[in-house]
Structures are given as structure tokens and as C-alpha cells.
């Protein structure tokens, strides 16, 4: 059961309750009741903990989101002009988007290595995401959409991850190697 399920059940739960205890308290009932039933589950938020520790979602209009299982596996490299111009890259992983920061453009070509820094993971809604990103917020800045499509997992290990990627400027076999701390090699194989 993932946490969209569960959630449409909380709500019927919630419900119930509001109808008994009248209206103004349902958000907190809600809330409260979905915690408990998700940790009831074992299913923790731990995954977006940190992307939603950095935002004020008051302030930016990024999405909060949620993990979701879509079955689906996507990927985005979102063009970031924030402090230093980077590309986001994003893939669809474990119900999140595994993300990594590559400071200079993706090679479209073989023979090129890129850094590339994990960052956060991000949620599903995060992969199309094009806005501005108000001064003063984790991340200032212009983000637009530079390439998206879809991978083909070929294997994935703890420090090495080998893919398809079927987008509209990158195409064909790309690894990701980790080297050391948040740091990992972004390239296109031959
Ligand atoms: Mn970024």
C-alpha cells in the first residue's frame, strides 16, 4: 500500500471523525491520524524529509509533494539559473526523483565526464517543475525544464548505476559512479 492509498483510507477515517466532532478540525485530525497510520505501516517520509526541511513552502512554489509508486520510470535535467548555472538531474527511483547537481552542461557525447553532486531526493511532482524560486528561498533562482523522457535501468548497484535514457537531447547508455562523499561521474559510455 503506498502512501496515496493510505492516505484515501485516512481520510474516510477522518471523516467519520469530523462528522462526530464538527467542522474546523479536520486538517488536524487528518494529520495526526495519518501519521499514526503510516507509522502503524512502517511507512516513513524520511525520503523528502530533507527536501522539505530546506523549503518554506509558504514562500516558494514548489511542490511539497508525496512518494508515490507510479511504475513508471521518467527522468528530467531541469536547467537551474541560481547561483551558479547548473543542470538538475532527476530519475525516477524508489518513488522519489534520485537527483544529482552537474555543475556544467550533460554530455550528449561520449568521452566527456561531468561531476555530478547528489543532492536531496525530490518528489514525482518536482520532474516537470519550471518556475522562479523567490530570492531568499533554498535555491533562488530560474528553473526550466532542459530535457526529459524516459530510462531504462540496465543495473543498479550502491555506487554505480547504469541506464538508458530515451530523452530529447540525451540519448543512449549513461553511468553514474560514485567516487566520494555526495560525489559522483556523470557520462555517456561508448
Ligand atoms: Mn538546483
Known amino acids: 500500500m503506498n502512501e496515496n492509498e493510505i492516505a484515501k483510507e485516512v481520510v474516510d477515517a477522518a471523516y467519520q471523525v469530523h462528522r462526530k466532532l464538527g467542522p474546523g478540525l479536520l486538517e488536524t485530525v487528518y494529520e495526526v491520524v495519518l501519521a499514526y497510520e503510516l507509522k502503524k505501516r512502517g511507512v516513513t517520509d524520511q525520503k523528502l524529509k530533507e527536501y522539505r526541511r530546506k523549503r518554506d513552502f509558504s514562500k516558494t512554489i514548489e511542490p511539497k509533494?508525496?512518494?508515490q509508486e507510479t511504475g513508471l520510470r521518467r527522468f528530467s535535467i531541469q536547467e537551474h539559473q541560481a547561483t551558479h548555472l547548473h543542470y538538475d538531474l532527476r530519475l525516477e527511483l524508489d518513488g522519489v526523483l534520485k537527483s544529482w547537481a552537474i555543475p556544467k552542461e550533460p554530455p550528449t557525447e561520449a568521452g566527456v565526464k561531468r561531476?555530478?553532486?547528489q543532492t536531496e531526493d525530490?518528489?514525482?511532482d518536482?520532474?516537470?517543475f519550471e518556475g522562479i524560486i523567490p530570492e531568499g528561498q533554498y535555491g533562488a533562482g530560474i528553473v526550466s525544464v532542459w530535457d526529459k523522457g524516459q530510462?531504462?535501468?540496465e543495473s543498479r548497484e550502491e555506487e554505480k548505476i547504469i541506464f538508458?535514457?530515451?530523452g530529447e537531447r540525451l540519448t543512449g547508455r549513461y553511468a553514474l559512479i560514485h567516487t566520494r562523499?555526495?560525489?559522483w561521474i556523470f557520462?555517456?559510455?561508448k
Open 65 to 67: 509533494g508525496s512518494i
Open 115 to 117: 561531476l555530478a553532486v
Open 122 to 124: 525530490h518528489p514525482l
Open 126 to 128: 518536482y520532474i516537470y
Open 151 to 153: 530510462i531504462e535501468l
Open 164 to 166: 538508458l535514457l530515451r
Open 181 to 183: 562523499g555526495n560525489q
Open 187 to 189: 557520462f555517456k559510455t
